[in-house]
């Protein structure tokens, strides 16, 4: 059975998700979102009737800090923690990483994301392509995503996969966007994702940001378009000769259009903008026309 615990990130519900893998040994938690949330992740796993020391086994899809920020904690309590080969070391030394949300989160950078610590390597399992991880009679394989994150796995259980970013962030009824901050956007990559996807056959998808959608076929092809239609938008831009402060608020607007054209509330607007700031967007689709793509820029 596959429990969604919504962690409440900054105190707002559907922002991000943990999941809680039922099998003969126990849970196994799959996301573990920020640190700064980590109290709210414990209350939601003790109303499963686990303690946090239950948890010996964390997948986390890739290594940014809404994602694995609070992998530490139950490493602390002694849980294995699996990850992508390339980011196994980001989770044994965080200085790195941390440096690099630093320069993006500011002075707000503890109190988004609280605090990390690093993992003993002894317990950091590197996971490579298609390898399947057999836990509890629950078999695990790791599905290379790459595109938002070049060491982003999505995880396929039976029939659904738990998908990180590479999936989008969807909230309730509202569409699939894609979050694509820096540094390491890259759009063919991920487009190639979502076809491995697509090739899975799969039921549902979990999404970190938020929650299970069973419309897999459509969802993909939507997260496709709008990632394509997105990065153009911004080369044209990038074209005319604009920077990316210029590009941010006309940006922000057209998300907001696009949201309220969904027919979603102002309350509902607030949650993608927490889930998927579009400022990120426009910095990360900036950064990846100029390092990848710069012939396309004139």
């Known amino acids: 059975m596959i429990h969604t615990i919504d962690v409440h990130h ?57 994602h694995a920020g609070a992998a530490w904690r139950f490493a602390h309590h002694g849980a294995r923690v699996y990850v992508h080969p390339r980011g196994a070391k980001h989770l044994v030394d965080p200085s790195r990483l941390l440096d690099s949300a630093r320069r993006i989160y500011r002075e707000a950078m503890e109190r988004l994301w609280g605090r990390v610590e690093g993992i003993p390597a002894e317990q950091v399992r590197p996971v490579e392509s298609g390898e399947v991880l057999r836990i509890g009679g629950v078999a695990f394989q790791a599905l290379e995503t790459p595109g938002h994150a070049p060491h982003h796995h999505a995880y396929r259980v039976e029939g659904v996969a738990f998908t990180g970013d590479v999936g989008g962030v969807r909230i309730g009824n509202g569409p699939v966007l894609p979050p694509c901050p820096p540094p390491d956007i890259h759009v063919e990559a991920w487009r190639a994702s979502l076809d491995r996807l697509r090739r899975e056959g799969l039921e549902a998808l979990y999404l970190t940001h938020f929650g299970r959608f069973t419309d897999v076929a459509a969802h993909l092809d939507a997260l496709e378009a709008r990632l394509v239609h997105w990065a153009d938008w911004i080369r044209a831009r990038l074209a005319q000769g604009m920077e990316a402060e210029a590009i941010v608020p006309e940006f922000e607007a057209l998300v907001r259009e696009t949201l309220e054209a969904a027919g979603l509330s102002p309350a509902e607007v607030r949650e993608y903008e927490l889930a998927d700031p579009a400022w990120m967007s426009v910095m990360g689709l900036v950064r990846y026309w100029r390092k990848h793509r710069p012939e396309a820029l004139g």
Do not use: K, M, N
């Open 10 to 66: 900054a105190g707002v519900p559907r922002i991000i998700a943990s999941f809680v893998v039922e099998t003969q040994d126990g849970p196994v938690l799959i996301e573990t979102g920020p640190e700064s949330a980590y109290a709210r992740l414990a209350e939601g796993l003790e109303a499963l009737g686990y303690a946090p020391e239950d948890v010996r086994h964390v997948l986390v899809t890739h290594i940014h800090l809404d």
